[in-house]
């Protein structure tokens, strides 16, 4: 059992759970990601590791209230502990030899895209953040983001916080006045990665993409996580489990990786709300 040493709730549908791991803690790396259970007839989730601290030995995951594991999870409280927490697993972000980086979160990846961002500026790597969230009612992790960041950018779709508009909007803008960046790391929904790429397709700046599909044992025996990329003309199968979750954005097909992720999306709609239903009778 895994006990949870804190909870905070960074919005009302994101939370961030710290987790006594200390073996977990030791090894993981900015971009993994860790395997949990909330109890022993619960589903297996993977949540990218949001933080760790080696010496006390705790790893913190931020995840948003999707379905019904999630909701599960939500309802845990510090005290309270999981039933496994298994990792660290995925390819860590590739970090090495960068300069100047511009890191592009949005929503909840923004969790994902942190830790990135404060390990690069520990190396003293300067680093533009960009983070977007659809209104101010949704914003996380704003403080950590401009202690870590030598430039941050904050967009929402509708304007009440930060500048108004999507994350591509002070990306080109940089772009096209000549800004130059050794990599783009880009970390949130699939149709915003999507849009990111584009907008630096023409400029020929590196886009790193990480991905998050289905997935089930983390080990890339159940195939779940599949993606297809597109290398050289051929078409490429990989598996976000172990060969990511990091990708190059331009060999990635956004399309049938959207497609895939729709499939689910009612079944997760009915688990979430039998969970509530299973809360409120207790």
Same mark, same amino acid.
């Given at each position: 059992?895994?006990?949870?040493?804190?909870k905070?709730?960074?919005?009302?549908?994101?939370?961030?759970?710290?987790?006594e791991a200390?073996?977990?803690?030791?090894?993981?790396?900015?971009?993994?990601?860790?395997?949990?259970?909330?109890d022993?007839?619960?589903?297996r989730? @993977? $949540?990218? /590791? %949001?933080?760790?601290?080696?010496?006390?030995?705790t +790893?913190? #995951?931020?995840f948003?209230? *999707? &379905?019904?594991?999630?909701?599960?999870?939500?309802?845990?409280?510090?005290?309270d502990s999981?039933?496994?927490?298994?990792? @660290? $697993?995925? /390819? %860590?972000?590739?970090?090495?030899?960068?300069?100047? +980086?511009? #890191?592009?979160?949005?929503? *909840? &990846?923004?969790?994902?895209?942190?830790p990135?961002a404060?390990?690069?500026?520990?190396?003293?790597?300067?680093?533009?953040?960009?983070i977007?969230?659809?209104?101010?009612?949704?914003l996380?992790?704003?403080?950590?983001?401009?202690?870590?960041?030598?430039?941050?950018?904050?967009?929402?779709?509708?304007?009440?916080?930060?500048?108004?508009?999507?994350?591509?909007?002070?990306?080109?803008?940089?772009?096209?006045?000549?800004?130059?960046?050794?990599?783009?790391?880009?970390?949130?929904?699939?149709?915003m990665?999507?849009?990111?790429?584009?907008a630096?397709?023409?400029?020929?700046?590196?886009?790193t993409?990480?991905?998050?599909?289905?997935?089930?044992?983390?080990?890339?025996?159940?195939?779940?996580?599949r993606?297809?990329?597109?290398?050289?003309?051929?078409?490429?199968?990989?598996?976000?489990?172990?060969?990511?979750?990091?990708?190059?954005?331009y060999?990635?097909?956004?399309d049938?990786?959207?497609?895939?992720?729709?499939?689910?999306?009612?079944?997760?709609?009915?688990?979430?709300?039998?969970?509530?239903?299973?809360?409120?009778?207790?």
């Open positions: 059992m895994y006990k949870i040493v804190s905070r709730v960074l919005n009302p549908t994101v939370t961030q759970l710290e987790i200390p073996l977990v803690a030791k090894k993981a790396q900015p971009g993994q990601f860790i395997i949990l259970r909330v022993e007839e619960g589903e989730i @993977p $949540l990218t /590791v %949001a933080g760790t601290d080696p010496e006390a030995g +790893v913190k #995951i931020i948003q209230i *999707v &379905g019904g594991t999630t909701e599960k999870l939500n309802h845990k409280e510090a005290g999981l039933q496994d927490f298994v990792g @660290p $697993l995925g /390819v %860590a972000t590739h970090l090495d030899g960068l300069k100047k +980086v511009c #890191i592009v979160g949005g929503g *909840v &990846g923004c969790a994902i895209a942190m990135i404060q390990a690069l500026h520990a190396r003293g790597v300067e680093v533009t953040s960009i977007g969230f659809r209104n101010q009612d949704l996380i992790l704003e403080d950590e983001f401009k202690a870590c960041s030598d430039k941050l950018f904050v967009m929402t779709d509708d304007g009440s916080y930060g500048r108004h508009g999507n994350v591509t909007v002070p990306l080109k803008e940089m772009l096209e006045a000549g800004e130059t960046f050794d990599e783009v790391i880009t970390i949130g929904p699939i149709i990665m999507k849009f990111v790429v584009a630096c397709k023409p400029f020929e700046v590196p886009v993409v990480s991905m998050n599909p289905i997935m089930i044992d983390g080990t890339g025996m159940c195939g779940g996580c993606l297809t990329l597109n290398q050289d003309g051929k078409k490429v199968t990989k598996f976000a489990c172990v060969d990511g979750p990091d990708f190059n954005g060999e990635v097909d956004f049938e990786a959207m497609s895939r992720g729709r499939m689910y999306a009612d079944f997760e709609r009915h688990a979430y709300e039998k969970a509530c239903n299973l809360f409120k009778k207790n």
